[in-house]
């Protein structure tokens, strides 16, 4: 079980919006450490979507946004595309127990 | 653009010891801004991060395989290494290299390795 819970599965049709939640705690979220969100296409290696809670590497559109409240981090995609069809995992560090943590994903299917 | 490639013994039998490589593109270890980490993934399964080394060799493991678990490195060959003792086939997974800026605290992996499976069969 993932220290940062994730919805299992989100879905939305062509151009629609959707939101992937990411829970943790005081130890982590909660204690001001940053989150990053990944996107993991099939057959793929994970890549970096949103580092820094809010920031995107170059090369990413802005129809994929970050964003954090308490112990709570959210990664919202507009204006759904076929190609956005993957896994999304949120990332983060725990204070007390010291390590990196990863949400346990999210599977995101484009109707 | 730094590139990250894992090499290794894909197939093992039970109690074995795990051994995986990341060579990583010239000179891009030659910056002590950066730690280099293992990940893994078994099949189906969220990511968990495994463990680092920077370039003065210091290392820190997860505590859920402290004990079993070792990170070296070969500054001169562009490479580090992963050894798993006692492996078992809740050990089969794919494993990720990736590097992690050391400032600030909490930096992304960013980029990563394709990534290499390991089956561990008992």
């Known amino acids: 079980q993932s220290v940062l819970t994730q919805p299992p599965s989100v879905s939305g049709a062509p151009g629609q919006r959707v939101t992937i939640s990411c829970t943790g705690s005081?130890?982590?979220?909660?204690?001001?450490?940053?989150v990053h969100w990944y996107q993991q296409s099939p057959g793929t290696a994970p890549h970096l979507l949103i580092y820094e809670t809010n920031k995107r590497p170059p090369g990413v559109p802005d129809r994929f946004s970050g964003s954090k409240s308490g112990t709570s981090a959210s990664l919202d995609i507009t204006g759904l595309q076929p190609e956005d069809e993957a896994d999304y995992y949120c990332?983060?560090?725990?204070?007390?127990?010291?390590?990196?943590?990863f949400g346990g994903g999210t599977k995101l299917t484009v109707l | 653009q730094v590139l990250l490639r894992e090499s290794g013994s894909g197939l093992m039998k039970s109690s074995e010891t795990l051994s995986l490589t990341c060579t990583v593109s010239?000179?891009?270890?030659?910056?002590?801004?950066?730690?280099w980490h293992w990940l893994r993934q078994p099949p189906g399964k969220a990511l968990q991060w495994i463990g680092q080394i920077n370039l003065f060799g210091n290392t820190y493991y997860s505590p859920s395989l402290r004990g079993r678990v070792a990170i070296s490195l070969e500054k001169s060959k562009n490479q580090f290494s992963l050894k798993l003792t006692s492996a078992t086939a809740a050990d089969t997974a794919i494993y990720y290299c990736?590097?992690?800026?050391?400032?600030?605290?909490?930096?992304?992996?960013?980029?990563w390795g394709q990534g290499f499976l390991v089956t561990v069969s008992s």
């Open positions: 990736a590097r992690v800026s050391v400032v600030p605290f909490n930096s992304p992996f960013d980029p």
């Open positions: 005081s130890s982590n979220i909660g204690a001001y450490n940053d």
């Open positions: 010239a000179g891009a270890m030659s910056s002590n801004y950066y730690g």
């Open positions: 990332q983060s560090f725990d204070t007390t127990l010291r390590v990196v943590i």
